[in-house]
């Protein structure tokens, strides 16, 4: 390969970088912002609830349908119309005097940043192969891990530069300029469709609809469920299961017929994949819930505030942003294994925090409560680096790059669902032990003296029920990887059990 096409193709992923960066770092930059907006607009409570809920259900929804449009209709077209609608809602939002017009918009820019990412995980599979692609998805990871980490520091700086009535709008604004420059970069370096002969592939409309309602019934209760706590919610479950019957009929139908359908069944011959999606559904359970309950204990348990308490997990995102692109370049030497080991590293981290906690005797300083968690954090932080590269690129490995963004969206569906559940149902435990105490979740840290010290104390002990919550995912999580290792050596070991990547049509 030619100096200037490795060139072109690190430079594109690059573009990849920026766009999957502003469309990860807007949840934690919004929930540093949400005061700020609700002083400014009168927002209610729930309004501000919905600024975030809204984003992030939008987001959920779309993977699979945009992997699959990015996969037949183009995935430089796909990526250029999701960073332009991305940018255009990220203006309404900024320029918005009302609660009702900035969560409308935020649906909106969801949406845009859901057919964003679906493309990144197909033009990375497009572009690059073999040890480069480990490295590649390294580079998403590191940018994953990145994102999270200064997306508070982020908010925080621009409502300080811009003070109380224009902070928070900045915090919207700063995505046009960031997107319009991708859009010039994406159109000179990202790769141009192949041009086709015949008609296009049919869109499965019925299917993507069954799928989008299947999604909405289980990421709708458990992500509203974390503001209302009303149990009802969870009825809209009981939809799901028909929804998702349906869909997997007929999907299994059109991949028999060849009928062009919005996920090829066939994807899920592959062991490496289906462990894979399933892994990726139960680690993220435990991912994303963890860092919620402890900013929970910071904020409510201690009393810090948005930005002391995004400081103080500031360890576990660098341990991720380092470990990530690392985990990319030996992925393709120890394969499965090294997943394995960053579960117990993962698992480690988890055990440490609670120890820590438990043991540690209650401080009101911010700094000695971050210190004092940096090392678990951090480990915490490497494991979760190690876990997700990885696995995103044992999962995609045996997955004709044809498909890659429809394999993709179904990876990243299988996330956004675990995130959702996890915090619902790590949430609960922590908000159930505290309510075993005798704490309610609005008391915070404000008071002094014994008053304060037992409320702590009763945090940190939700905070180790959480913790126990969360072990129970990583361990399914850990039995999955063994399972697939298991299985791997024993079709390495038959002679004629080679994996032929699944090719498309």
């Known amino acids: 390969m030619t100096s200037d096409a490795t060139t072109?193709?690190?430079?594109?992923?690059?573009?990849c970088q920026v766009a999957l960066f502003a469309t990860l770092i807007d949840v934690s930059v919004t929930n540093v912002a949400l005061p700020s907006i609700g002083r400014a607009t009168d927002a209610t409570p729930s309004q501000l609830q919905w600024i975030v809920t809204g984003y992030v259900l939008a987001f959920g929804l779309v993977p699979v349908l945009a992997g699959r449009l990015g996969d037949d209709r183009g995935r430089r077209s796909m990526f250029l119309i999701g960073v332009g609608g991305f940018v255009v809602a990220s203006a309404i939002v900024g320029i918005s005097p009302d609660p009702k017009l900035i969560i409308v918009a935020r649906v909106v820019q969801g949406l845009?940043?859901?057919?964003?990412?679906?493309?990144?995980?197909?033009?990375?599979?497009?572009?690059?192969?073999?040890?480069e692609r480990g490295r590649a998805f390294g580079a998403i990871g590191a940018t994953v891990g990145t994102a999270t980490a200064v997306g508070p520091l982020v908010g925080g700086l621009l409502i300080g530069i811009g003070g109380?009535?224009?902070?928070?709008?900045?915090?919207?604004?700063?995505?046009?300029?960031?997107?319009?420059?991708?859009?010039?970069?994406?159109?000179?370096?990202?790769?141009?469709?192949?041009?086709?002969?015949?008609p296009p592939p049919r869109l499965d409309v019925l299917g993507a609809a069954l799928l989008g309602l299947t999604t909405l019934c289980v990421l709708f209760p458990t992500v509203q469920y974390d503001s209302v706590r009303d149990a009802r919610l969870f009825w809209l479950l009981l939809p799901a299961v028909p929804l998702a019957a349906a869909f997997v009929r007929r999907e299994w139908r059109l991949t028999k017929a060849r009928q062009d359908p919005l996920v090829d069944l066939r994807l899920f011959r592959r062991p490496s994949y289906t462990v894979g999606v399933g892994l990726a559904l139960l680690f993220f359970c435990g991912f994303t819930g963890l860092p919620l309950v402890l900013a929970l204990?910071?904020?409510?348990?201690?009393?810090?505030?948005?930005l002391q308490s995004g400081l103080g997990i500031t360890a576990f995102a660098v341990g991720s942003a380092t470990a990530a692109p690392l985990a990319g370049r030996?992925?393709?030497?120890?394969?499965?294994?090294?997943?394995?080991?960053?579960?117990?590293?993962?698992?480690?981290?988890?055990?440490?925090?609670?120890?820590?906690?438990?043991?540690?005797?209650?401080?009101?300083?911010?700094?000695?409560?971050?210190?004092?968690?940096?090392?678990?954090?951090?480990?915490?932080?490497?494991?979760a680096g190690a876990i997700i590269t990885p696995n995103q690129a044992l999962s995609l490995a045996d997955v004709d790059p044809r498909m890659g963004g429809a394999a993709g969206g179904v990876l990243q569906t299988a996330q956004r669902i675990g995130s959702a559940v996890g915090q619902a149902v790590i949430g609960s435990a922590f908000f159930a032990a505290l309510a075993a105490q005798g704490v309610s979740n609005a008391t915070v840290g404000t008071t002094s003296g014994p008053t304060s010290v037992k409320v702590s104390q009763a945090y940190a002990s939700a905070l180790s029920t959480s913790v126990l919550v969360t072990l129970l995912f990583?361990?399914?999580?850990?039995?999955?990887?063994?399972?697939?290792?298991?299985?791997?050596?024993?079709?390495?070991?038959?002679?004629?059990?080679?994996?032929?990547?699944i090719a498309s049509g």
């Open 8 to 15: 072109n193709r690190w430079r594109a992923l690059a573009v």
């Open 112 to 131: 845009f940043g859901g057919l964003i990412n679906p493309q990144v995980s197909g033009i990375v599979q497009q572009l690059f192969s073999g040890a």
């Open 164 to 198: 109380p009535d224009l902070g928070w709008r900045l915090v919207f604004f700063i995505n046009v300029p960031i997107g319009l420059t991708a859009m010039v970069l994406a159109w000179r370096w990202l790769p141009a469709r192949d041009v086709r002969r015949g």
């Open 297 to 306: 204990y910071y904020q409510l348990g201690l009393g810090f505030t948005a």
């Open 330 to 383: 030996l992925v393709p030497r120890f394969g499965r294994p090294l997943v394995i080991v960053a579960l117990g590293v993962f698992a480690a981290g988890a055990l440490a925090i609670d120890l820590v906690v438990r043991s540690a005797p209650v401080t009101t300083d911010p700094l000695e409560a971050a210190l004092r968690l940096s090392l678990p954090l951090l480990l915490l932080g490497i494991g």
């Open 474 to 501: 990583i361990g399914a999580a850990l039995v999955l990887g063994v399972v697939d290792l298991t299985l791997t050596r024993r079709r390495n070991r038959t002679p004629n059990a080679k994996d032929v990547p």
